[in-house]
């Protein structure tokens, strides 16, 4: 039985900081790419960040890059999300994602479709 479990949301201030992390049971993320993605109320959920089984600086959209950093620990089945300068457009759900491919290119992809395991989410809310 597949489960990503993720943790580390809660409320921070403008220019805080947190660290989400994605814990994968039932899948070894060392083979597979892992994304983190987030939901606003109302709106689609979007990709931010993505990283490859042997990749270790991953990629990102352009709103959360340079403020925000993937990275895994395969021995703990682990990925993070490192979140800096948070504005109070961050707030949202955040999501975990994994069984997806590479793409055409080689790149793990960063949006929803070809992720088929997900987590349940936590939230974050970044207030001013």
């Known amino acids: 039985q597949v489960q990503l479990v993720e943790s580390g949301g809660g409320s921070e201030q403008v220019g805080g900081s947190l660290r989400l992390s994605c814990v994968g049971s039932?899948?070894?993320?060392?083979?597979?790419?892992v994304g983190w993605f987030r939901q606003r109320p109302g709106q689609e959920r979007m990709g931010l960040a993505a990283i490859a089984p042997d990749d270790h600086q991953g990629r990102y959209v352009d709103s959360v890059k340079g403020r925000f950093t993937i990275s895994r620990d395969n021995v703990k089945n682990t990925v993070y999300l490192q979140m800096n300068s948070l504005k109070p457009e961050d707030t949202a759900m955040y999501f975990c994602?994994?069984?997806?491919?590479?793409?055409?290119?080689?790149?793990?992809?960063?949006?929803?479709?070809?992720?088929?395991?997900w987590g349940q989410g936590t939230q974050v809310t970044v207030s001013s």
């Open positions: 039932g899948i070894n993320f060392s083979t597979t790419c």
């Open positions: 994602a994994a069984g997806a491919g590479r793409s055409v290119s080689g790149t793990c992809p960063i949006w929803v479709n070809p992720y088929n395991r």
